[in-house]
Structure formats: structure tokens, C-alpha cells
């Protein structure tokens, strides 16, 4: 594994849910393995979550960890080859890159989509352009279309608490008042079809996912429907791919409430937080038993163990 940007850097991935899995089991096995070695995470927007799981994990691992807050606390950062720089920018990325990179062993990066320029966005420009100019492994920590931590840690969660071999996942639309990315939900599509599920995946019209994460794929606008019998129901938010980046009012009712749960086959109701009380799903359901989201952010931890094990591994 040269860095951990989506599934597509995975060789096998039963091998990492098994030493995700051993690393839950046993999480201090390995704290001598990354004993001199530094993860340096950059943020460009909030985190709760893959801040904190992913800096434990490295500590579990005898590393050192730094972590820095590039939009509050870095300089603007170009992008941009043979500029001038002469207006707000102060700071090229092939510097910022470069610098970090011999700071550091493995570079944790989070950017974030602009939900204005599909083909930027899609391209990944920001994390791709940092790739390129840094000497040492990068690890997503979200990017702009996929966050494939998060999705390694609900696959684990699906897989601990799965009743059948192959069970129903549904995931779901929900409300939510801002215009939010699709990376969380074009990276659980792309874990999902790795694995054995029927997944559904329903939203209102207007709100489709990109095609090349869908294609082949059961998708319906009727809720009630994709609900029946489901094992797992994974709500989230996502602004349009085609009218890129809007968000649309009017569709409330597919908020999850506990009426709806009572369609499925006594399902899991998952979310990969923070999630928004009473708009994306009733408090009943969040602090009832069907709620499974913090076990879901606990397995954030050994996701993240297992992707830097695997990095300092091939050091
Ligand atoms: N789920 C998730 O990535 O949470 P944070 O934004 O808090 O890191």
C-alpha cells in the first residue's frame, strides 16, 4: 500500500478487515512498530471524529502524531502551476507538500469539496496535486468526493453485527438544511459492491449519485420500498451531482423516524456523524437500540490502525 486515498489502494481487503479486527481485539499488539516514526495531519475543514480515532490509532502504534489546521492556522496555498503570486495565495503547494513531507513519515490530509466545480472536484485536484509533491505516504482523512476511513470502519461494523451472510444495506437520502458533499456516500457505494450485501440505495429525484459509483446498482425513489426488510439502514445527506452542489427543500418526510425503522428487519440504523437531530433522524431512533452509530465511530480507531499499520509495514 503506497497510500490509502480509496479502496482502489486495498490489495485484499478481507486481510485489512481481519487486522482491523485483531487490532479491536488487541489494540496495543504493534506499539513498538511505529516507535521513531511521525503522522502529521493537515485539516482543511472541521473533524471530531477522523481527527481524534486516526491520532489514537497512531499513538496505539508508538507514533508521534502532529496535527495542524491548515484553513485557521496555514498560509492560502496555490494550486495553481506557473502563477504569480500575487494576490491572497502566500504559499505554493509544492512547498507546503514538500516541507511537510520531510516532517513527517505518513501525511494524514482531509480537503474538502467545493460543491461548485464538479470536474475540480472530482478530480480530485487539491489531494492529488498534494500527492504528487509529497515524498511520503498520504492517507485520506476525507477528500473530496470519497472517505474511505469512514467506509472501512462501517464495512468492519456491518460485518460484526451482520445476522446473515449477506445481509440488506440500505442507504438513504436524508434531509439535512446545507448543501453537503457525496464523498461519504460514493465511498460507502464503492466499499459496499466490494463486499458481500444487497445494497439499495434510495433518494428522492434530482438527487442521483454520480453514475460511475451507481451503475448496475438497485436505486429507487420510493423510501418505503428500499426500507422493507433491511438489515442496515446507513442515512445521509448529499447535495445534487447533476444541478452540482444544490441542496433541495421540500423532502423533510425522509427524515428516519422509528415508524420507518419498524419497516425493516429490525435494522441497524447507521450514520457516520455528526449527525443533525430531528432533520436527518428522530431522536427515538438515535437513542434507541437500533442505533449502531457509535460503535461505528469506535471502529474508526482500528480502520485507521490497520491503514497505518499496513503503511509502516512497507516503510
Ligand atoms: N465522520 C467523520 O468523518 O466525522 P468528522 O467530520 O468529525 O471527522
Not at 61 to 74: A, I, Q, R, T, W
Not at 147 to 156: C, G, N, R, Y
Not at 187 to 205: G, K, Y
Not at 288 to 293: D, N, T
Request: proline residues 4%; aromatic residues 6%.
Amino acid at each position: 500500500m503506497k497510500g490509502f486515498t480509496s479502496i482502489q489502494d486495498v490489495a485484499r481487503l478481507e486481510d485489512l478487515l481481519s487486522l482491523a479486527r485483531s487490532m479491536k481485539a488487541d489494540p496495543h499488539q504493534f506499539t513498538m512498530l511505529g516507535r521513531g516514526k511521525t503522522l502529521c495531519m493537515l485539516f482543511f475543514n472541521p473533524s471530531l471524529r477522523t481527527r481524534l480515532s486516526t491520532q489514537k490509532a497512531a499513538q496505539l502504534l508508538g507514533m508521534h502524531v502532529m496535527v495542524m489546521n491548515l484553513n485557521s492556522d496555514g498560509w492560502n496555498i496555490e494550486l495553481e502551476d506557473g502563477t504569480t503570486m500575487n494576490g491572497s495565495s502566500k504559499e505554493h503547494i509544492k512547498e507546503a507538500a514538500g516541507v511537510v513531507s520531510r516532517y513527517c513519515d505518513i501525511i494524514g490530509l482531509r480537503t474538502f469539496a467545493s460543491l461548485d466545480d464538479r470536474d475540480k472536484d472530482y478530480e480530485e485536484v487539491l489531494m492529488n496535486k498534494f500527492i504528487a509533491h509529497a515524498t511520503v505516504p498520504v492517507i485520506s482523512l476525507e477528500s473530496a468526493t470519497l472517505h474511505p476511513l469512514q467506509s472501512l470502519a462501517d464495512l468492519m461494523t456491518i460485518r460484526e453485527q451482520a445476522r446473515t451472510h449477506r445481509p440488506k444495506v440500505v442507504l438513504t437520502w436524508a434531509p439535512h438544511p446545507k448543501a453537503l458533499p457525496q464523498a461519504v456516500a460514493n465511498s460507502f457505494v464503492q466499499w459496499m459492491r466490494a463486499s458481500e450485501v444487497d445494497l439499495v440505495i434510495t433518494h428522492p429525484p434530482g438527487l442521483e449519485l454520480a453514475p460511475r459509483f451507481v451503475e448496475g446498482l438497485k436505486v429507487t425513489h420510493c423510501q418505503e420500498e428500499a426500507l422493507e426488510g433491511a438489515d442496515f439502514v446507513y442515512a445521509k445527506n448529499w447535495s445534487s451531482y447533476t444541478d452540482y452542489g444544490k441542496s433541495v427543500a421540500g423532502w423533510e418526510d425522509w427524515m428516519i423516524t422509528e415508524e420507518k425503522m419498524t419497516m425493516t428487519h429490525n435494522g441497524k440504523f447507521m450514520h457516520c456523524l455528526p449527525v443533525r437531530r430531528n432533520v436527518v433522524v428522530s431522536d427515538a431512533v438515535l437513542d434507541g437500540p437500533q442505533s449502531i452509530v457509535l460503535e461505528q465511530a469506535h471502529n474508526r480507531v482500528y480502520a485507521a490502525q490497520a491503514v497505518l499499520k499496513m503503511l509502516l509495514d512497507e516503510a
